[in-house]
C-alpha cells in the first residue's frame, strides 16, 4: 500500500476518535442508555465490516482477509475486556454519567501506548 493510502487511513481513524472524544465530552453529564450503546455498537461493527470489504477494492484480497481475521480476533478479546472494565468502574464508583468519557480517554491512552511501546 501506498503512504498515501496509510496517510488518509489514519487521519480517518483520528477524526472518528477526535468526534467520539468530542461527542463523550459534550454528553459527559448524561447516562448512555441501552438503545444508544447498541445503536453505537451497530454503526462501528458497520464501518469496519464496509472498511474491511472495501481494502479489497484498493488493496489485495489477501489484506481484506487479513483485516478481517485480525478485526474479528480483536473484537472477540474486547469482550473478555468488558468484565474488567465492569470491575474497575464499580470499584473506582465512576459515576454513570462519567463512564463513557472515562472508557473513551482509558482506550485513548492505551493506542497511545501500544503504538509508542511497539515502535
Known amino acids: 500500500m501506498s503512504l ?3 496517510e488518509i487511513t489514519i487521519a480517518a481513524l483520528l477524526a472518528v ?5 468530542a461527542l463523550a465530552i459534550v454528553r459527559r453529564n448524561k447516562e448512555t442508555s441501552m438503545k444508544e450503546a447498541a445503536a453505537w455498537t451497530i454503526f ?27 478485526w474479528i480476533t480483536e473484537y472477540s478479546l474486547s469482550v473478555d475486556n468488558l ?14 454519567t462519567k463512564q463513557q468519557l472515562v472508557l473513551l480517554v482509558g482506550i485513548i491512552w492505551r493506542s497511545f501506548f501500544e503504538v509508542y511501546l511497539l515502535h
Not at 476518535?17 to 472524544?21: E, G, K, R
Open 4 to 6: 498515501t493510502v496509510w
Open 17 to 21: 476518535l477526535l468526534f467520539d472524544l
Open 44 to 70: 462501528y461493527v458497520s464501518a469496519a465490516i464496509i472498511f474491511g470489504y472495501s481494502l479489497g477494492e484498493w488493496s489485495t484480497t489477501q489484506a481484506r482477509g487479513e483485516f478481517f481475521a485480525g
Open 83 to 96: 468484565f474488567i472494565f465492569i470491575l474497575i468502574l464499580a470499584r473506582f464508583k465512576v459515576d454513570k
